[in-house]
């Protein structure tokens, strides 16, 4: 078998993917097995900015971190028809913007199908958090499934165009017995090893009842951590999440099954961003809502001072303007 390692990343190992996005990945690599580093595909936004190493564009003073192909633990490199990114460059890229001065907010532009489960959980934990240093958007230009949804859900606000797609919130593991294959080529793998479990689920011999059993009590944990973290993330109940059973759903069923929050294109979440806009109803996102309450506040200053202009035989105290812009504020007439 050639490149055991990769083989290792994509078979007998809990995956967060699409199963079909799974088959592209598989048959753009072929008997190859090997890779060259191409750059970045294109994303949906026209606007443009400054690029920033490590990987993001500074656009107004929202930084966009596009995280897009499938997911990997570490590294990044072409297979053919997905570009491989590794959780551990957006996390870079992320952590450079939210210390960036000139950043004052964060859009996650998404287009993922999902990938591995290792590293993810982390680095969706990371953007939950630093939503309390700085407004963390995402947008759904065109597909956040399975891993790829579970950092969408990490946003304080979620944007879908109107055909992308969402959810895929499970997991699997694919067993591939090369036994046969071996066979045929004319050779025949035995291992010599310590620790009964030590070669569970080894892809040179049939899968053991046993050992199923225990790779689906496996899984069973991480859907259980991937519905719970997304129901919390969402505001959702777990019941709810689980109960759409890793369905896919485009644009307004999306919204309708709680995993995003509006319609709108990148370009008019950045728009909104640049403008101070940060948030719907079902956002939970305390840095946007501080940024809002500023910009409100300034609004109420300006509109405040405008209705005191009076009529030059009347006199008006600084006291006067100060209760005023106190009373609008604070939302009492």
């Known amino acids: 078998m050639r490149n055991p390692a990769l083989f290792s990343r994509i078979f007998n190992t809990p995956l967060m993917i699409q199963p079909s996005k799974l088959d592209a990945i598989i ?8 890779f060259d580093n191409k750059p970045m595909p294109e ?21 966009v971190i596009d995280i897009f192909g499938v997911l990997v633990h570490r590294g990044g490199f072409d297979a053919n028809s997905s570009y491989l990114l590794g959780y551990d460059r957006i996390g870079t890229a992320f952590i450079a913007a939210l210390n960036d001065t000139a950043v004052k907010s964060i859009l996650l532009q998404i287009d993922s199908p999902g990938g591995e489960v290792a590293g993810a959980f ?9 939503r309390e240093t700085k407004p963390v958007n995402a947008v759904i230009s065109s597909m956040a499934t399975s891993a790829g949804y579970l950092l969408a859900s990490a946003a304080g606000d979620i944007a879908i165009s109107q055909t992308g797609v969402a959810g895929s919130v499970g997991v699997f593991l694919r067993h591939v017995d090369v036994s046969k294959m071996a066979e045929n080529e004319g050779f025949k793998v035995t291992y010599v090893f310590a620790g009964g479990h030590k070669i569970d689920g080894n892809p040179h011999e049939p899968l053991p009842d046993a050992v199923k059993a225990d790779l689906q009590t496996e899984i069973n944990k991480l859907y259980g951590l991937f519905v719970s973290t997304v129901a919390d993330n969402r505001g959702l109940k777990p019941g709810t999440v689980k109960a759409q059973e ?3 759903f485009t644009g307004q069923d999306a919204i309708k099954a709680g995993l995003a929050d509006r319609m709108a294109t990148p370009d ?23 940024h809002q309450e500023q910009l409100e506040a300034v609004a109420g200053w300006d509109k405040a001072i405008k209705s005191l202009s009076p009529p030059k035989t009347v006199s008006v105290s600084l006291a006067g303007v100060m209760d005023k812009a106190k009373c609008w504020v604070e939302g009492r007439n």
């Open 27 to 34: 048959a753009g690599i072929g008997g190859r097995f090997g």
């Open 43 to 63: 994303m949906a936004l026209t606007a443009t900015g400054g690029h920033k190493q490590p990987g993001y564009e500074v656009i107004g003073s929202v930084a």
């Open 122 to 130: 982390e680095l969706a934990a990371m953007i939950k958090q630093a």
């Open 246 to 248: 890793a369905a896919v």
């Open 268 to 290: 008019e979440v950045l728009a909104e961003m640049q403008r101070g806009i940060f948030q719907t109803s079902k956002t939970n996102n305390a840095a946007a809502m501080a």
